[in-house]
């Protein structure tokens, strides 16, 4: 693992996506620099795997794509939230911050 | 679940353009990414390549993006299919010949079994059609089977087999020529029965009356005619009925005791009796 940065964990990137569409419709290279900022890099976010979870997580109908053009004039496919992805993230979240609590619990424990 | 269909059936019926979308949108991630890089003061050409190794292979890329879409089953299967079909061009006579042998086998098959389907397995369109059954008699010495009966015999088995069964007798279907009026005359088949016939078989008339007893008695004979040859002959002209019809007599008055006429779809069309002079 190169300079201390974090690998996600299996699944994780879909959280993480889709909290970042919760703030605002992003295109997928934004959303990478996102990540990367609010992680203050020590994610490491392959934007190789970021473009797959997207087109799955439109599949799931959890955000949806249209084109737009940018503000410096280029077009770029936006993605945004939809319902059923504003609720996916709100148990997704939930979930995981359960999981994070138990796991932290079982490993002060022993 | 509906947005998971739609997004499948898209990406497979618009394929091309779904695959161009996603040209673009790595193509746009790209240029994003060297801008950031040459903004931050690296050579285009470094910016470039480290934007590049950032993705990881475009290629792979597009290959997870593709299996992400659920379609690579029926797009590999396409593409087989094309494939296949390019190999068939190339080499027509070959082609052919495997077409020909294919549906050969395949039309041999398809008529051996329609066959077998119609001998064995279709019921005959009677009410009770499974309480039909044929006699047929065992020339042991021959070891031959035959469906003739005198017709004496008929009349014994008839008697016989009074309390449980009735008994139909038939002649084999001959092609006989047959006055039409007006001096004209046509080939048809013709199938002597007795007068039970239509009462055991439950087929009725349409016009007229099918045989009831007493019109096997020779005095006075009298012929059903088949729906199919009432409208094709006679226009379903319902005058027909108690025309005179000469009709080749019948030579061979054996008698066969058939599980029904094999042309009994056409008896059993509807039928309009008309009795001849």
């Known amino acids: 693992m190169d300079s201390g940065r974090l690998v996600l964990p299996q699944g994780t990137l879909d959280l993480l996506i889709l909290k970042a569409l919760g703030l605002e419709p992003m295109h997928g290279w934004a959303v990478s620099e996102r990540l990367q900022q609010i992680s203050r890099d020590a994610l490491q976010v392959g934007q190789g795997s970021l473009y797959p979870a997207l087109h799955r997580l439109e599949r799931c109908g959890w955000i949806k794509a249209h084109w737009r053009m940018t503000d410096k004039n280029r077009r770029a496919k936006y993605y945004e939230l939809t319902r059923a992805g504003r609720k996916q993230l709100e148990s997704a979240t939930d979930s995981w911050r ?6 932290g619990d079982v490993l002060d424990l022993a | 679940m509906l947005s998971d269909i739609l997004f499948r059936l898209r990406a497979l019926v618009r394929g091309r353009a779904v695959e161009r979308e996603l040209d673009e949108e790595l193509r746009s991630h790209l240029e994003h990414e060297i801008d950031k890089h040459v903004r931050a003061g690296m050579s285009r050409f470094d910016a470039v390549r480290t934007a590049h190794l950032a993705l990881g292979g475009l290629d792979q890329v597009k290959e997870q993006c593709r299996d992400v879409r ?3 089953m029926i797009e590999s299967l396409l593409q087989d299919v094309r494939y296949a079909l390019r190999g068939l061009r190339r080499s027509r006579v070959y082609s052919i010949v495997i077409v020909l ?13 329609s066959v077998l389907h119609a001998l064995l397995f279709r019921s005959l369109p009677l009410s009770d059609a499974d309480q039909l059954v044929q006699f ?3 020339d042991q010495g021959a070891d031959r089977h035959e469906a003739f009966f005198s017709f004496r015999l ?3 088995l008839q008697q016989a087999l009074e ?6 007798a038939l002649t084999p279907q001959n092609p006989t020529r047959i006055g039409m009026g007006s001096g004209e005359t046509e080939t048809a088949l ?13 087929v009725s008339a349409s016009v007229g009356r099918v045989l009831v007893g007493g019109d096997d008695e020779h005095r006075n004979p009298v012929a059903v005619l088949s729906h199919g040859m009432w409208q094709r002959r006679f226009a379903g002209d319902p005058r027909v009925i108690g025309m005179a019809v000469p009709i080749t007599r019948v030579t061979r008055w054996w008698v066969s ?21």
């Open chain 2, 101 to 113: 042998s294919l549906a050969l086998g395949i039309g041999a098959n398809t008529a051996a079994y």
């Open chain 2, 70 to 72: 659920g379609t690579q």
């Open chain 2, 136 to 138: 047929v008699t065992y």
């Open chain 2, 257 to 277: 005791l058939h599980r029904t006429s094999p042309d009994l779809k056409r008896t059993n069309e509807r039928t309009s009796g008309f009795p001849s002079a």
């Open chain 2, 190 to 202: 013709v199938e002597g029965v007795t007068a039970n016939y239509f009462a055991v078989l439950r």
């Open chain 2, 163 to 168: 309390p449980y069964a009735e008994l139909i």
């Open chain 1, 98 to 103: 359960r999981l994070a609590a138990v796991v």
């Open chain 2, 154 to 156: 008929y009349a014994e």
